[in-house]
C-alpha cells in the first residue's frame, strides 16, 4: 500500500455528479463572469467565517495585494510579517510598493511571535504620537501593517497582535490562506472567532490543495467593513462599480463563477472535512507517542481550534528521515525548506543568516505528513508502523 501525501482524486470522485450539476448549470446559462454563483459562494463563505463581507478574486495572492490596496497601503510603507511562510505572503507586500519588515515566529505554534512583534515595534521604530504614526528609524518609511499568518491551519496569537496594532495604529490583514474555519480564543472578548473575522480583513485562498480548494484558481477577502469591501469588489474589476466607469485602475482579479459554484458545492461539506483533519490529527498524536523521543509533535494552543491544513513533525535527520519513507511509499513535504530572508528575492532586504533563529531552526526540522479528510485509519497506521521503524532502527544505530 502507497500514502500519498495529498488526495485530491477521492473527494472530486465523492463529488462529482453536483459538480458536473453545476458544470451543465454554468455552460447552460453561459454566465462564466460575476452573476448569481459568485454572490451565492460570497454570502455563504462571509457566514462560515463568521464575516460581514466577502470579496471572492482569483486567488490567495491576490486576495492579499486587493486588502492591501484597499486598506490604502503600498508605496513607501512597511508591512511586517514573518519569514516562515509561504512567498505569496510578501510577494503581495512587494506587489503594492510597500517594504517587508520581518519578525521571527513562536517555536510551539509556527506562527508569529507576538514578542518579537513588540521588541521590532518598540526598539526599532518611533512613534510620533500626535501624527499616530510608527516610522522606521533605519528607513524613515511608516510602518503600516501587519499580516500575522495562521500558518498549517493553527490561527497566530491574535490578541497580543491586535493590541500592538491598537497602539501604533497598524491595520491587521489575516493571511487565512491555510485556516479554513481555523478559531482563535479572545481572552480579550471572551469568545471564540474564526480565522478572516479578526483583522481589518483576511485572505483566503482557494488552491486545489487547501481545506476548500477550487477545482482551478480561486481566492477572498473577508472583512467586517463595508466600505473596504466595496473597495475591493473595484479594484477585482479594472476599478469600476458600473461597467465602463472607471474611478481608478484596477485588475481583472475576479473569481469565475464555475470555480465559485464548485467552491459552493464543497462548502457545504468542509466542516465534515475539518472535523475529519482533526481527528486525524488527533490519532496521529496519540499514535506518534512512542516516537516522541525522536519527533517533536505539533503543539495546539489552548487558543486555537486548528483545522490541520498541514500535519507538521520535527525531526533531526529529516532528509534521511523523508528518504525513508519516500522508499517506504509514504508521500511527504517540507512546507518550507529555505525562510523567506534566506532567499535570493529576498538578498536586497539585507537580512543575514541568525536573524531569526526560530524559522532557521525549524524549516531544517519540519515534514508534513499525510493529511486530507479522506485519509483512511489503515493508511494513517501504515505511516506511524514506518516511523516506529525508523525511529527503532536509528536508535539501534546510535547505540
Ligand atoms: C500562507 C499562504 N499565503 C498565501 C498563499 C497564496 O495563495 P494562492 O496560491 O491562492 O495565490 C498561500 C497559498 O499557497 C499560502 O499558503
Redesign the pocket.
Known sequence: MKVSFLDLVTPHKELREELLAVANKTFDTAGFIGGPMVEEFERDFATFCHAKHCVGVN??????RFAFMAAGIGDGNIIVTVPH??I??TEAISQVGATIAFVDIAERTFTMDPIKLREYLETKCDFDASAKKLVERKSGKRVAAVVP?H?YGQTADMDPIQELAAKYNLVVIE?A??AHGAEYYSQKDKTWKRAGSIGLAA?F???PG?NLGACG???AITTNDAALAQRVKMIRDHGQAKKYYHDMEGYNGRLDSIQAGWLTVKLRHLEKWNESRRALARRYHKLLGSSKDALVLPVESSWTKGVFHLYVVRVQDREAFQAFLTEMGIGTGIHYPIPLHQQKAYAHLGYRTGDFPVTERVSREIVSLPMFPQLTESQQDLVVEKIAEYVHARVAATR
Open positions: 486567488s490567495g495572492t491576490d486576495a492579499l511562510t509561504f505569496a505572503t499568518v500558518l493571511d490562506c491555510q485572505a485562498s482557494f488552491y487547501k484558481e480561486g481566492g
